[in-house]
């Protein structure tokens, strides 16, 4: 027959009950271990005795206190970081909007938009600005236009080069096709024979005789 279940419960006897804990300890400590190296997993017991006597968790805790110290800096000092950030966000947000409404005007002034407000001095001061642009407009254009005509030269040089040597190699070969055309009536004279005239026929010779006979 099977091993029946037994009922879990105090152990009356002092002595026996202080026996099965030192045994109960050191399997559970050892099994403790076991997963730990078998799993490698991070595993801690806290274990009193009835005396109040902690077992083998020195060790654990002073890593959870080195741990959790440094957790406390850390997120100390991300909350630091995250404050002195807010803090000049709130600074700057109200200067960056400054800084984009006086651009935004400044376009509109350029564009021709919003001078009524303007004084003689800002109408002058942006007048000055505007023929700034200008003449830094035209010298760029002009920079382009005499970029484009020097590459225009350039192209048309190297088009009259090629057609000066097309020019050149079409002479090369009426020369060398005229010296062929010499070479070969050197080698070949012409045999000048006169015609030979067309026969004529023979102009036929008849004799005849008349005989004329007086019959009295």
């Known amino acids: 027959m099977g091993r029946g279940r037994v009922e879990l419960k105090r152990i009356e006897n002092k002595i026996s009950r202080q026996v099965t804990f030192s045994k109960r300890r050191g399997g559970l400590l050892k099994k403790a271990h076991e997963i730990s190296v078998l799993c490698e997993a991070d595993v801690a ?8 006597k902690l077992f083998d968790m020195e060790r654990i805790l002073e890593r959870y206190e080195r741990h959790s110290f440094a957790e406390q800096q850390l997120i100390a000092t991300n909350s630091k970081l995250q404050n002195a950030a807010q803090g000049n966000w709130c600074l700057e947000y109200p200067k960056l909007e400054n800084r984009i409404e006086v651009l935004q005007r400044n376009l509109r002034h350029f564009k021709g938009e919003e001078l009524n407000p303007l004084s003689l001095r800002e109408l002058q001061s942006l007048e000055q600005q505007i023929d700034t642009s200008l003449k830094r407009i035209r010298s760029r254009k002009n920079q382009l236009v005499q970029e484009s005509l020097s590459e225009l030269h350039k192209k048309e040089k190297a088009l009259q080069e090629q057609n000066n040597i097309l020019a050149k190699q079409l002479k090369e070969n009426e020369k060398a096709l005229t010296e062929r055309k010499h070479q070969n009536l050197c080698q070949d004279p012409p045999s000048f024979m006169p015609p030979t005239p067309p026969s004529l026929p023979l ?14």
Do not use: D, E, R, W
Not at 45 to 52: A, D, E, Q
Not at 203 to 216: F, Q, R, V
């Open 203 to 216: 102009p036929s010779l008849t004799i005849g005789y008349t005989l004329s006979l007086s019959l009295n």
């Open 45 to 52: 017991l806290i274990v009193f005795s009835t005396k109040g």
